[in-house]
């Protein structure tokens, strides 16, 4: 249905007074994944509720609340909030490029086009009022875009929206001409032909998967997003503005940036297939494709993302705190297709009834009874060259020992959707050569701590980036090292008897399979060893110090009887309060903004310089909230601080902390390396400011 502007400004005024004024910060903490989806749709439907009750009489549907024009009366709300919250990344004039975008894999998005890409619109048109108000309170998972329902106030989100508004150059909310489309989708969010449940959606009917697996072939969707969906297909891409581009990996769906805190849900897929993503090369299909073949397609899209367990505050799967090394009495076979290492890459912690366990009616799905578990990584943020965009965002993890051989497989897969041809791929398993004393250095141990790294630098032979895909992949020529570390300026050869045993990259996946002898190795049944797994991109030329790593995970043998010891978490050591005392201190304004005044006075100075180091060197890990939830923090166990309640300890203690690093056991790095004293200071004076002065 056509929906015209001037007809639904004499309707209702879009303001939005949500019932959650006032909550706190971690509004998604202690929330299972199914009670975070049920609080969001009660929040989404409330704030519909209330949107429309500004039309007396008139029943307004879900998504025809239109992006109307900006309310005068929101704006200097709206402004205060952007250049608080959102002017780090999205800039001073909303063009995408503040102090922290360069760091983001994903550009921020530069509002002056008017393009919206996750919408129920058409194609072209400009959001709804409700795309917007999803957005804000949602965020975008796999992008940096957090969500701020809870951290801000429905007035504030209401607020900062029509501010947003009045950023867009080339188009105009209050053009009376724009009209915008509502589609017929046949479902909702939480709705769908089958009556699927949230949160896993799983049972969808086999037929409609084959179907939509049809359909996929048919629509030559795997030309963008490669043959088995992980995003392989095209690597030229670019959007709108000139960025490269690269189509959805639909095996990891909690990174749809549309998924609205419900990544299983199938009608993620229809409404994108149905509108297409604005200023992206994809286009919608509802000419091409009828309302029910868009489900089944999303069915088959459905089918292929493992079922995880998903970390509410984060909005990615839990990480699994270890690797078991399954116990094997004979020989261990050498590749990676024998039974021996396939099976379910679902999370053992869910349900179930949740998991898929049928692994024979699809070529797509792996055949086995293995285990993989599923570790966070992020881009390295403590020693050398640091602040890169990271290329890799989890790993795929099984391991087996051999009784015969005496020697132990770690299985390592990671989605890199294209390799580089002029640096090799690296992947390394580092374990902690002392597995009782403090945990070591992150990258390459400390001077105090060394690490063993078994290490494969691998080149794809015959491999090109617009190669046809073939269906054995490509094998890598693999060069093997033994390395002992003390840090990442301290790491030589040392040990031996590292082998690579099988290297492949097909279809958008790395699989490389690392054999180690146990002799020499801290590794016994039973024992809770610490590894980490760090990984170079080829095609972004990364090296030294230059990668994606995960935090400390475990590595434990299995005894003969199929059994592990209870696992009990590392203790963070407690860092002392400190007495320093910060030279910027002053009595905060909370109202004053250093981006807008042009006469702000010397303590806001300090704040804008203290905001520019945080978002250039912490918000990775401490998040744009400041509450710990970065786009890395599923990385690290312990996870990064809440600095709402860290804060309380004194701004010296944040000083130390800073300066220091977090002690035993915490990945927090020392920036007395990277930053001086007074642009510490300057930090501890943002977050003063930011929280409030608590």
């Given at each position: 249905?056509?929906?015209?502007l001037?007809?639904l ?18 509004l ?47 704006l200097?709300l ?11 990344c999205?800039?001073?004039?909303g063009?995408?490029?503040g ?14 086009s ?11 048109e ?37 501010f947003?508004k009045?950023l ?5 909310f ?5 009209e ?8 909702t969010?939480?709705?769908n032909?089958?009556g ?22 048919k629509?030559?969707?795997f ?39 419900n ?19 994809m286009?919608?299909?509802?000419d091409a ?5 868009r ?10 993302c ?5 970390d ?12 078991v090394?399954t ?5 261990i ?34 055949k ?16 050398g ?12 993890v ?6 015969e ?14 390799l580089g041809?002029?640096s ?5 398993i ?5 597995p009782?004393?403090?945990?070591p ?18 080149k ?9 895909p073939?269906?054995?992949?490509y094998?890598f ?18 040990g ?67 059994k ?17 005392k ?22 806001m100075?300090?704040v ?25 923090s ?13 804060h ?8 130390k ?16 390396d ?6 510490i ?14």
């Amino acid at each position: 249905m056509r929906v015209n502007l001037r007809i639904l400004k004499r309707l209702f005024l879009p303001v939005f007074l949500i019932f959650l004024f006032g909550l706190p910060a971690n509004l998604f903490a202690a929330r299972s994944h199914m009670e975070d989806i049920q609080m969001m749709g009660k929040f989404i439907d409330e704030a519909l509720a209330l949107a429309s009750k500004n039309a007396p009489g008139e029943e307004v549907e879900e998504g025809q609340h239109l992006g109307a024009p900006p309310v005068e009366e929101l704006l200097p709300l709206g402004k205060k909030t952007f250049f608080r919250r959102c002017v780090w990344c999205h800039g001073v004039k909303g063009a995408g490029d503040g102090p922290s975008a360069k760091l983001l894999v994903t550009n921020p998005r530069n509002f002056l086009s008017g393009m919206f890409k996750i919408r129920q619109s058409d194609s072209g048109e400009l959001p709804f009022e409700a795309d917007l108000v999803r957005t804000v309170t949602t965020g975008l998972p796999g992008s940096a875009m957090p969500a701020w329902g809870g951290v801000l106030s429905a007035k504030e989100i209401a607020a900062v929206i029509q501010f947003v508004k009045t950023l867009v150059v080339d188009r105009d909310f209050a053009d009376e001409d724009e009209e915008v489309f509502q589609q017929e989708l046949g479902g909702t969010n939480f709705k769908n032909p089958w009556g699927l449940k949230a949160p896993y959606y799983v049972g969808a009917p086999d037929d409609d998967i084959k179907k939509g697996h049809a359909l996929f072939i048919k629509n030559k969707c795997f030309e963008c997003h490669g043959g088995l969906g992980r995003g392989d297909g095209n690597p030229t891409m670019k959007d709108d503005w000139g960025f490269a581009i690269v189509a959805a990996n639909w095996q990891q769906c909690w990174n749809f940036r549309g998924s609205r805190r419900n990544p299983y849900t199938p009608f993620n897929i229809v409404r994108d297939v149905s509108t297409g993503l604005n200023g992206t090369p994809m286009p919608n299909f509802k000419d091409a494709l009828e309302v029910e073949q868009r489900w089944q397609l999303a069915a088959f899209v459905n089918s292929i993302c493992p079922r995880r367990e998903i970390d509410p505050m984060t909005q990615k799967p839990k990480t699994d705190p270890y690797v078991v090394a399954t116990y094997t009495k004979g020989k261990i076979s050498h590749d990676p297709d024998d039974p021996q290492w396939q099976g379910s890459y679902d999370d053992k912690r869910i349900p179930e009834a949740a998991r898929d366990k049928d692994y024979t009616n699809f070529p797509w799905k792996p055949k086995g009874t293995v285990h993989h578990a599923y570790i966070a990584a992020s881009g390295q943020l403590s020693a050398g060259k640091r602040n890169f965009p990271s290329q890799i965002d989890n790993f795929w993890v099984s391991a087996r020992w051999s009784e015969e051989e005496k020697a132990v497989y770690v299985f390592v897969e990671y989605h890199n959707r294209f390799l580089g041809n002029s640096s090799p791929e690296g992947v390394a398993i580092e374990i902690a050569a002392n597995p009782d004393g403090p945990r070591p250095g992150l990258v390459f141990g400390d001077a105090a701590n060394a690490v063993n790294v078994w290490k494969a630098s691998m080149k794809p032979v015959g491999y090109t980036e617009t190669a046809q895909p073939k269906e054995e992949g490509y094998k890598f020529d693999a060069k093997v090292e033994d390395l002992v570390g003390n840090g990442y300026q301290s790491v030589k050869p040392g040990g031996s008897g590292t082998e690579v045993v099988f290297a492949r990259f097909n279809r958008g996946k790395v699989s490389v399979l690392i054999k180690h002898p146990l002799d020499g190795t801290p590794l016994a049944v039973g024992k809770f060893v610490p590894m980490a797994i760090l990984q170079w991109s080829a095609r972004a030329k990364e090296s030294g110090e230059v990668m994606s790593l995960t935090g400390w995970n475990n590595l434990v043998l299995e005894g003969p009887d199929g059994k592990i010891p209870d696992y009990k978490p590392p203790v963070v050591a407690a860092v002392d309060a400190g007495d320093g005392k910060n030279p910027f201190s002053a009595g905060a304004s909370q109202d004053k903004m250093a981006f807008l005044d042009a006469d702000a006075d010397e303590f806001m100075k300090h704040v804008t310089n203290g905001g520019k180091a945080y978002f250039q060197n912490c918000h990775q890990c401490h998040g744009d909230q400041l509450n710990g939830l970065g786009m890395m923090s599923q990385s690290y166990t312990p996870a990064p601080s809440d600095i709402f309640v860290s804060h309380d300890k004194g701004e010296g203690a944040l000083f130390k902390v800073i300066s220091e690093g977090g002690g035993v056991n915490s990945e927090m790095p020392a920036f007395k390396d990277f930053l001086s004293k007074d642009q510490i200071w300057e930090v501890v004076t943002f977050l003063n400011w930011y929280t409030g002065g608590k």
